[in-house]
T-cell receptor, first 118, second 112 residues
Framework: EAEVAQSPRYKITEKSQAVAFWCDPI?????LYWYRQILGQGPELLVQ????????DSQLPKDRFSAERLKGVDSTLKIQPAELGDSAMYLC????????????????FGAGTRLSVL | SQQGEEDPQALSIQEGENATMNCSYK?????LQWYRQNSGRGLVHLIL?????REKHSGRLRVTLDTSKKSSSLLITASRAADTASYFC????????????FGTGTRLLVSP
């Protein structure tokens, strides 16, 4: 069964360092999402891509976070510089296409990257 | 920001018992979805209910939706130890893009 691939699974870094996470969505999925999940809470959307274009980055802290999906396939999320409060699980998800019949598409999640900032 | 609250925050039951989790949300929706998350893993989609539906079944899962009260419930019947996980509701609003807004989750522990 096709899966969303994420790497690394775990990342430990010191504050002020740069970190990057990678996501490869399910083949054929046009929409890609990055979520941040703080321990004990539900995931919160950071950025959503439709193909290579950003369609929602309203919750992305743009002073330190950036995301790209240059060829409309895999994606990278970067944090520079990392802060203590960035410690969380970063989840990537994909879906076929997020427009049209909203009740048809469901999101498939990767296993996530657990980030610890020391 | 979270769309709403889930209740209870944690639930502990014995195998064979039923588990009921409730979700409340704040704005009108296109559909509501339930996801399961095993500890330290990603989320898995369980079931989707449209705003014009009141009840839906999938195996041992039963979901209800009351749009007048802006609430939903997930019932897991005859629970198993393997059902131990966190359960999240997520809403999709009537906008152009499929944006999921998650609740705070219920942690379910099923003891053998």
């Amino acid at each position: 069964e096709a899966e969303v691939a994420q790497s690394p699974r775990y990342k430990i870094t010191e504050k002020s360092q740069a970190v990057a996470f990678w996501c490869d969505p399910i083949s054929g999925h046009a929409t890609l999402y990055w979520y941040r999940q703080i321990l004990g809470q539900g995931p919160e959307l950071l950025v959503q891509f439709q193909d290579e274009s950003v369609v929602d980055d309203s919750q992305l802290p743009k002073d330190r976070f950036s995301a790209e999906r240059l060829k409309g396939v895999d994606s990278t999320l970067k944090i520079q510089p990392a802060e203590l409060g960035d410690s969380a699980m970063y989840l990537c998800a994909s879906s076929l296409r997020s427009t049209g019949n909203l009740a048809k598409n469901i999101q498939y999640f990767g296993a996530g990257t657990r980030l610890s900032v020391l | 920001s979270q769309q709403g609250e889930e209740d209870p925050q944690a639930l502990s039951i014995q195998e064979g018992e039923n588990a009921t989790m409730n979700c409340s949300y704040k704005t009108s929706i296109n559909n509501l979805q339930w996801y399961r998350q095993n500890s330290g893993r990603g989320l898995v989609h369980l079931i989707l209910i449209r705003s014009n539906e009141r009840e839906k079944h999938s195996g041992r899962l039963r979901v209800t939706l009351d749009t007048s009260k802006k609430s939903s419930s997930l019932l897991i019947t005859a629970s198993r130890a393997a059902d131990t996980a966190s359960y999240f509701c997520a809403t999709v609003m009537n906008t152009g893009f499929q944006k999921l807004v998650f609740g705070t989750g219920t942690r379910l522990l099923v003891s053998p």
